[in-house]
Antibody, heavy 126, light 108 residues
Framework: EVQLVQSGAEVKKPGESLKISCKGSGYTFTSYWIGWVRQMPGKGLEWMGLIYPGDSDTTYSPSFQGLVTISADKSISTAYMQWWSLKASDTAMYYC???????????????????WGQGTMVTVSS | EIVLTQSPGTLSLSPGERATLSCRASKSVSSSYLAWYQQKPGQAPRLLIYGASSRATGIPDRFSGSGSGTDFTLTISRLEPEDFAVYYCQQYGSSPWTFGQGTKVEIK
């Protein structure tokens, strides 16, 4: 079964650091981009960035550039999202998701986020 | 950045009725790289449609997507009880990828 399993809920204080994880299984982890999506309480979805675990090529949304670090360890099929100094406004559910592929006649095209992790709830409060 | 505007914000319908959801982009979406997701309370989003009109694996054929350029539509032909949820569109043709603000389909 293809799946992404995320690390558990976190409760942190402002100024603390945090690294959450997303472990892929059931497919070739290095062949698919992994994205991160934020959902603040009661709000919509926000795309944060992407990483290609095969070579760690990374792209960020301008809204999140410099605020978080996305990384991956392909040896253990795991992607990460890291904060160096959390703020109360970072309180949210964070999802990782696999960028799907649709391959036709030898050419492959992006196909949205086809597999999602269960989400990691991050609460930042003093 | 491409801004996606979904309408209506809330759609109140009865089971068995047809739902039509709109997603309008501020600029043309490259290669029709437009997806639709369904999200129920307490759950992760689920991919319904990609490439504007291709159904994802396991998605019932009552869900269909159409459109190109800047105007896209998700249609649910006959609402089932499990279809009442929030629906998001997303463009993934140009960075940054962006989501619409969502349409809630609620029971009338």
């Amino acid at each position: 079964e293809v799946q992404l399993v995320q690390s558990g809920a976190e409760v942190k204080k402002p100024g603390e650091s945090l690294k959450i994880s997303c472990k892929g299984s059931g497919y070739t982890f290095t062949s698919y981009w992994i994205g991160w999506v934020r959902q603040m309480p009661g709000k919509g979805l926000e795309w944060m960035g992407l990483i290609y675990p095969g070579d760690s090529d990374t792209t960020y949304s301008p809204s999140f550039q410099g605020l978080v670090t996305i990384s991956a360890d392909k040896s253990i099929s795991t992607a990460y999202m890291q904060w160096w100094s959390l703020k109360a406004s970072d309180t949210a559910m964070y999802y990782c998701a696999r960028r799907g592929q649709d391959c036709i006649a030898g050419s492959c095209y992006a196909a949205g986020f086809d597999i999602w992790g269960q989400g990691t709830m991050v609460t930042v409060s003093s | 950045e491409i801004v996606l505007t979904q309408s209506p914000g809330t759609l109140s319908l009865s089971p068995g009725e047809r739902a039509t959801l709109s997603c309008r982009a501020s600029k043309s979406v490259s290669s029709s790289y437009l997806a639709w997701y369904q999200q129920k309370p307490g759950q992760a989003p689920r991919l319904l449609i990609y490439g504007a009109s291709s159904r994802a694996t396991g998605i019932p054929d009552r869900f269909s997507g159409s459109g190109s350029g800047t105007d896209f539509t998700l249609t649910i032909s006959r609402l089932e009880p499990e279809d009442f949820a929030v629906y998001y569109c997303q463009q993934y043709g140009s960075s940054p990828w962006t989501f619409g603000q969502g349409t809630k389909v609620e029971i009338k």
